[in-house]
């Protein structure tokens, strides 16, 4: 599998969509079933495995109930960059 670039909202938008499942109480297996979709594919979206397509997107905000622009919204309002400190 190819690698996938993480970019700072990449990152946040696997935050978000990780977030808002488990806010709706569901595992992945649970809305990989609702989106007809197997475990693993949820999975890949979450850890940054699989960049998320337009096509996904819709998917997961349908099975998570989320408002497109919202979640867009969301998105945008996150630091342009994260800092990541290294400790030794």
Do not use: C, W
Request: charged residues 35%; glycine residues 4%; aromatic residues 6%.
């Amino acid at each position: 599998m190819p690698l996938v670039r993480r970019t700072p909202r990449s990152l946040r938008i696997q935050e978000i969509l990780t977030k808002k499942r488990i806010e709706a109480g569901l595992t992945q297996q649970e809305l990989a079933a609702r989106m007809h979709r197997l475990q693993a594919y949820v999975s890949r979206i979450e850890n940054g495995e699989r960049r998320l397509t337009l096509e996904d997107f819709m998917d997961f905000s349908e099975a998570l109930g989320l408002n497109e622009q919202e979640f867009l919204d969301t998105v945008r309002e996150a630091p342009a960059y994260r800092t990541i400190r290294r400790t030794t």
